[in-house]
């Protein structure tokens, strides 16, 4: 399982953009990256998940460069509501094994 | 929307106990999981089912074993329960076959052994 790195912790006020960047060096021809966001007291749900280049849904954006060895989730405009913890995850096609890591904890100051 | 449900949200037992930690999911998903989360930790795999009586070892199944009778169904046991094993177990389901692995989990139960 190719390892991720991510900060702690973020700080950021309502209304503006959030980007948490993810390391993932040891990235194989076959895996994805994958972002999932955790609430307190709740189990994490899925948030995106890319290849390549840039992948956006209702909920964020997410840019890979060429190289794929880092990625950034892009949350446009967050609210109070967005304070959360994201996981970053390298997943594998076709694997069960997914590696979540400690995340980081983004805060939301109004 | 896929629900993953787990049968309690707080459970309080002894040490020594014999513990049940039942999650269904209602997608009919092949794949099924549990985790446990602690600070500082993240999530660590304890065991996943990839289908009705299969069962893989996770990364810290000691201590632990599950059962998987029907495909909607997937239990964690505690044998003997210790102070050790006080945490948050998370239970999560994914479909097979559909491109990278995506799981849907259960709102968590928080059990503390005394």
């Known amino acids: 399982l190719a390892k991720t790195t991510q900060p702690i912790s973020m700080d950021s006020y309502e209304g503006q953009e959030v980007n948490i960047t993810c390391s993932h060096n040891n990235i194989a021809t076959n895996d994805y990256i994958t972002w999932y966001q955790q609430f307190p007291s709740q189990g994490p749900r899925f948030i995106i998940q890319g290849y390549k280049t840039k992948v956006t849904n209702e909920v964020a954006s997410l840019f890979i460069p060429a190289d794929r060895k880092s990625s950034t989730l892009s949350l446009p405009r967050v609210s109070l509501s967005d304070t959360a913890v994201y996981y970053c995850?390298?997943?594998?096609?076709?694997?069960?094994?997914?590696?979540f890591g400690t995340g980081t904890r983004l805060t939301v100051i109004p | 929307d896929v629900k993953v449900t787990q049968s309690s949200r707080y459970l309080v037992k002894r040490t020594g106990e014999k513990v049940f930690l039942e999650c269904v999911q209602d997608m009919d998903h092949e794949n099924m999981f549990w985790y446990r989360q602690d600070p500082g930790l993240g999530l660590r795999l304890i065991y996943f089912?990839?289908?009705?009586?299969?069962?893989e070892k996770g990364d810290i199944p000691e201590g632990y074993s599950v059962s998987r009778e029907k495909k909607e169904r997937f239990s964690l046991i505690l044998e003997s329960a210790s102070t050790n094993q006080t945490s948050m177990y998370l239970c999560?389901?994914?479909?097979?076959?559909?491109?990278?692995?995506?799981?849907?989990f259960g709102p968590g139960t928080r059990l503390t052994v005394l």
């Open positions: 089912s990839y289908d009705v009586k299969m069962k």
């Open positions: 995850l390298v997943t594998e096609t076709g694997a069960n094994n997914l590696f």
């Open positions: 999560a389901s994914s479909l097979s076959g559909q491109g990278p692995d995506t799981q849907y």
